[in-house]
């Protein structure tokens, strides 16, 4: 009965090669995303998806490129990993309509390029 | 944009004594303000959120204020456990809480 679930956990690659990371929820919410925590645990969101529809891209490099093929499921894909993409990756889920801005985040995936 | 900043980064004290936390905000029209905790190695989880329109609220042993005017929020934690470590996040959204942007996070250690 897990709410929001990401795999990989963990991802070791080299530098240049294309990664993807999947997010799914069973909570029925609407909105998605996908929020970057670095070394010094600083959390900034990267993408944010309402009912498959992007509705926010903070800076991000167009290396990174978001999927939502349906509400349920938010996949964020990679190219040209660098070594500054390490970092624990999160994904979040909320109910926008709910009147709840509560977001429900994911397990989050250790990506660590070498 | 919005600018979160968090203040102190690190934060120890006895189990039993209070702990806060403050945060302060740069968009005046911001109007949602969650506080998450993060144990290690774990998910970030809401703990308590206010709205611009209440200027404070308690659940159990943890309680938000926030001031409009001076655009800062800020953490009450009172009789401290040692599961109260972690790290705690502010983070402020003018979007019915969409576009959150976080502070920088504090470590708070609970010594037994």
């Known amino acids: 009965d897990t709410a929001v679930s990401q795999t990989p956990k963990y991802l070791v690659t080299q530098m240049g090669n294309d990664k993807s990371i999947k997010c799914e929820q069973n909570?029925?919410?609407?909105?998605m995303y996908w929020y970057k925590q670095d070394s010094k645990k600083f959390l900034k969101i990267m993408f944010s998806y309402n009912n498959k529809e992007l509705i926010i891209n903070e800076t991000v490099p167009n290396r990174f490129s978001p999927k939502s093929p349906d509400k349920a499921h938010l996949n964020l894909h990679i190219n040209s990993l660098e070594l500054g993409d390490s970092a624990v990756y999160f994904c979040a889920s909320s109910l926008w309509t709910s009147g709840s801005y509560e977001q429900y985040f994911g397990p989050g995936t250790r990506l660590t390029v070498t | 944009g919005e600018n979160v900043e968090q203040h102190p980064s690190t934060l120890s004290v006895q189990e039993g004594d209070s702990a806060v936390i403050k945060c302060t905000y740069s968009d005046s029209a911001s109007n949602y303000f969650p506080w998450y905790k993060q144990e290690l190695g774990k998910r970030p989880q809401l703990i308590i959120d206010i709205r611009s329109n209440v200027g404070e609220k308690k659940d159990q042993r943890i309680a938000v204020t926030l001031n409009k005017t001076a655009k800062h929020f800020s953490l009450h934690i009172t009789e401290t456990q040692p599961e109260d470590s972690a790290v705690y996040f502010c983070?402020?959204?003018?979007?019915?809480?969409?576009?959150?942007?976080f502070g920088g996070g504090t470590r708070l250690m609970v010594k037994p």
């Open positions: 909570l029925g919410h609407d909105t």
């Open positions: 983070a402020a959204s003018n979007n019915a809480g969409n576009m959150l942007t």
